[in-house]
């Protein structure tokens, strides 16, 4: 994300509420070098490289418009602006946007400083070209962005937790690997039944995540109850720094190992890898990988979690506005093969479509759940000097068999609807990862008779 263009599928973004501080505007006379460059910098790439021929005179007006909406908003009833002239020159065209943004913070005086201005600018300017995925995003709104797919850090312990309907206790769900939890032997499925002598019976999961984390290196003590039986002695964990993980895995019964991706993030094909390493040391026969709620990330992630499933060949095609079209193959890192099955639903979008619709294509696994979001646009995110950022959709993309799902979505190869109040990943309360584990039992079933086991 540190790039200055990093390719972004990224789930569907709320438009961004600019925060304008009030300050006093006293006739700018020229704007920092800082709001320039972003106004200079953004207009090239939106002109350049959006996928779509982009009119420059819209750019303009939508822009005008903009300021104009903010300042009647904020109640300067009387606000004009200039009608901005497109030219064939990107050059004139930045000075007239310059020259508008002062016009406005003058028009605004104590309420906008050139720096408001600037962003509303922005913002009008993303807007122009009508995509919802193209859009300028604040400093805050950036750091956020960065945070949701790269993931972030606290003081913990490692351990994935849910309430166990049973006895009432939390119970582990999942350890992050190599994690404090997992150095001091806790596993999944393992029962806590007090966090420092405090009961858990009845805790909520946001209570006892409250008690499990804390500072680094500060001890927390836990009583874990395993296979119905309480362990010896209560294990004594010391925090560390967790990075919060975008891949989570567990062993289902039958051997099925379940693998869940929360995004697409810069560290989820290495995440992926671990994840499949574990559930192959411990016996699997076969696997769900669950994308239901994925939103997207990197199309680079895409490429890498498909690449884990696809032994050899195209993983998605991506075309530019030249019609130049950029075909990205599997990596050669796939596992030995197993009976898949992808989950999916109509919030699975962007770069989990891309996964789901290679493998569905290839013929790896089989896709089921409900139709997908139907999102086939690439985006560029272009980091601004500021620490803002824009977001522009450069690009679309079709899958192996060279399908456009944009808009349309992907058609499960086996259609089950999700249950109300589903708890994913726990079968008794997960109709489609119910489903799936009936079609990977009877599909091993078949194989064994096949085999003459």
Do not use: C, W
Request: net charge negative.
């Amino acid at each position: 994300m540190k790039r200055l263009t990093t390719l972004l599928l990224a789930g569907v973004l709320a438009g961004s509420l600019l925060q304008l501080s009030v300050a006093f505007a006293a006739q700018p006379e020229h704007l920092s070098t800082l709001d320039a460059t972003g106004l200079s910098t953004s207009f090239t790439y939106l002109t350049g490289n959006y996928y779509k021929k982009v009119i420059p005179q819209d750019v303009l007006d939508t822009i005008r418009t903009s300021m104009l909406s903010a300042l009647r908003t904020a109640g300067v009833k009387h606000a004009s602006l200039p009608i901005m002239h497109a030219s064939d020159d990107n050059n004139t065209d930045i000075r007239e946007i310059d020259r508008e943004v002062l016009e406005a913070a003058t028009e605004g005086k104590a309420k906008f400083t050139p720096h408001d201005m600037s962003y509303i600018a922005l913002d009008g300017m993303m807007k122009s070209v009508g995509d919802r995925y193209t859009v300028f995003l604040t400093p805050k709104e950036f750091a956020g962005l960065n945070q949701g797919l790269d993931g972030g850090d606290f003081g913990g312990t490692g351990i994935v937790i849910q309430s166990d309907d049973q006895t009432k206790y939390i119970i582990v769900e999942n350890v992050v690997p190599n994690a404090p939890a997992d150095k001091a032997g806790i596993e999944q499925d393992d029962l806590i039944t007090s966090i420092d002598g405090v009961s858990t019976k009845n805790m909520s999961v946001q209570q006892a995540s409250s008690k499990l984390r804390g500072k680094e290196g500060t001890p927390v003590t836990l009583t874990i109850q395993r296979d119905n039986a309480a362990l010896a002695a209560p294990i004594t964990i010391v925090r560390a720094k967790i990075h919060q993980l975008s891949v989570y895995e567990k062993m289902l019964p039958g051997k099925i190992g379940y693998v869940a991706l929360t995004v697409f993030g810069r560290d989820t094909g290495d995440e992926l890898t671990t994840a499949l390493d574990r559930l192959q040391q411990q016996g699997a026969k076969a696997l769900v990988l669950d994308l239901r709620d994925n939103g997207g990330g990197y199309l680079e992630a895409a490429v890498a979690v498909s690449s884990k499933f696809i032994p050899s060949g195209p993983i998605v095609s991506v075309e530019s506005r030249a019609s130049n079209i950029t075909t990205l193959d599997a990596d050669n890192t796939a596992i030995n093969p197993l009976p898949l099955v992808v989950l999916v639903n109509g919030y699975t979008a962007s770069a989990s479509e891309i996964t789901s619709g290679a493998i569905q294509d290839s013929s790896v696994g089989t896709i089921m759940g409900t139709k997908t979001f139907g999102k086939g646009v690439v985006q560029t995110i272009y980091p601004l000097p500021d620490g803002s950022a824009i977001k522009i959709t450069t690009a679309r993309y079709l899958t192996p068999r060279n399908r456009d799902i944009n808009h349309l979505g992907i058609t499960p190869d086996v259609v089950v609807t999700e249950n109300k109040h589903a708890q994913f990943g726990t079968p008794a309360k997960d109709d489609q990862l119910e489903r799936a584990l009936q079609y990977l039992d009877d599909k091993l079933a078949h194989i064994s008779q096949q085999n003459g086991v």
